[in-house]
């Protein structure tokens, strides 16, 4: 199992929001790089990036702050976040992202799933967030008509290089797992994770050593299986 400290961005800033409301983001550092390379000292293999406010707008938002992320680090990354058609898949990809994410393209336009994959192979990851038991789309704004669990199925056939799905762990995301058994791809769990609580807090604790400081103590994991 990898640990995948996640970075999210709003306004060029790293934050979490509460329950998926932009209006509830608490701020943990205004340098995204710095962060990123804090995780990068710690230990971390690999970083999970979402673009918050591309999520809501359907456009890259936080363009400059990826950049200068993927500039800072050696480590691979992904990014969600906003990516909804192959020309912005491939112009994030040639940024030197290792993978892309998606998510409300993916509930809604199956078939840029399975174009995406096959023109990019094994860098394509779908995204699902979920709420009272329906996906989540256009940045927790609005729900879609299918289930997570459905979603995922449908759509690992498709060939994604990983299926994603909240951990029943955290605040954000409460109550819906994703299990790997039923699935032809990896899955990746994410949420808060406190590193001190149950098996997988130390297990975070031990793969990624924090420095004492807020950029690198997790804050949201990303848990991926396979």
């Known amino acids: 199992m990898l640990f995948l400290p996640a970075i999210d961005l709003k306004e060029g800033r790293c934050v979490r929001l509460r329950q998926g409301r932009m209006d509830d983001a608490t701020v943990f550092g205004d340098d995204p790089a710095a962060q990123a390379t804090a995780w990068q000292a710690g230990g971390a293999p690999y970083l999970h990036l979402v673009d918050l406010d591309g999520a809501i707008d359907g456009a890259p938002r ?44 993916a509930a809604r336009d199956p078939e840029l799933v399975r174009k995406a994959c096959a023109a990019f192979p094994g860098r394509i990851a779908v995204g699902i967030d979920a709420r009272g038991g329906r996906v989540a789309v256009e940045g927790w704004q609005e729900l879609a008509e299918v289930g997570p669990v459905e979603l995922a199925k449908r759509l690992s056939a498709g060939g994604p290089a990983a299926a994603g799905g909240p951990a029943g762990r955290t605040e954000l995301h409460a109550g819906t797992r994703l299990e790997p058994g039923p699935l032809a791809v990896a899955v990746v769990a994410t949420g808060q994770e406190p590193v001190h609580a149950g098996p997988r807090g130390h297990a975070a604790k031990n793969a990624i050593r924090g420095t004492g400081n807020t950029a690198a103590t997790p804050r949201r994991i990303a848990y991926q299986s396979g």
């Not at 976040?81 to 994410?101: P, Q």
């Open 62 to 105: 936080n363009l400059e702050a990826v950049r200068a992320i993927l500039s800072a680090i050696d480590i691979p990354a992904e990014l969600g976040g906003g990516i909804r058609d192959l020309a912005r898949i491939e112009a994030y990809l040639s940024l030197g992202l290792d993978r892309v994410i998606l998510g409300t393209a």
